[in-house]
């Protein structure tokens, strides 16, 4: 059912579960970027919808990441909901912070090592991933954007601007062209969703 084709589009066949994934992943992203909980609720429908996906796509490193992304949504679930006294304005929601710059270094240098590292053992592991490497490092770029997205760091739009640019490559890499124009839907949302973040904690500072 979830591999009925429905449409072509640039001569590749679009999948119902690829529309569903999209319909998914734009929604969840423009709750977040308008900083609205309700953005995990359709988190979880999400990553289930992208386990699928990637299992039908053989993208082994970003199927792997599905069971971490639930667990860091749930962290975010909760942490948005039930933050500490000093950390909302409101008294209900969590505010919207900033990494430092020694913190941003240990980001990046974090991704270059670990994507690199992930991207080696992929290549041996599962020698049917196309492109190991890319695969990894939109893996790694993912964790760290959802992670700073759970901790409410403005940063990790970001984060998701290179996940946006990365995923593009990636999807046409393999003619998934429909989550390529997702993507790229996604990287409009994530400039606008930085600009968003960074005047709401400034204002709350």
Known sequence: ML?????????RPVLLLDL????????CVF???????YNFWVGYLYT?????????????????????????????????THPKPEETSDGKTLNVSSLNWMWRIYCVVGVLVVAGLWGWSLDRLFPADPHPYLDSCVTVLILL???????KKWDCWIAWLLVNITQIALHLSVGNVLMSIVSALYLVNGIWS????VKLYRKQK
Request: charged letters at 10%; glycine letters at 6%.
């Open 3 to 11: 591999d009925t084709v429905i449409f072509e589009l640039a001569g």
């Open 20 to 27: 569903i994934c999209s319909v998914l992943g734009l929604t």
């Open 31 to 37: 709750l977040a970027g308008r900083n609205s909980k």
């Open 48 to 80: 289930a919808a992208l386990f699928l996906l990637f299992m039908h796509r053989n993208l082994y490193a970003s199927l792997l990441l599905q069971p971490v992304s639930l667990v860091i949504n749930m962290l975010g679930h909760y942490r948005w």
């Open 145 to 151: 954007a959802q992670l700073l997205s759970a901790l």
């Open 194 to 197: 930085l600009y968003t973040w």
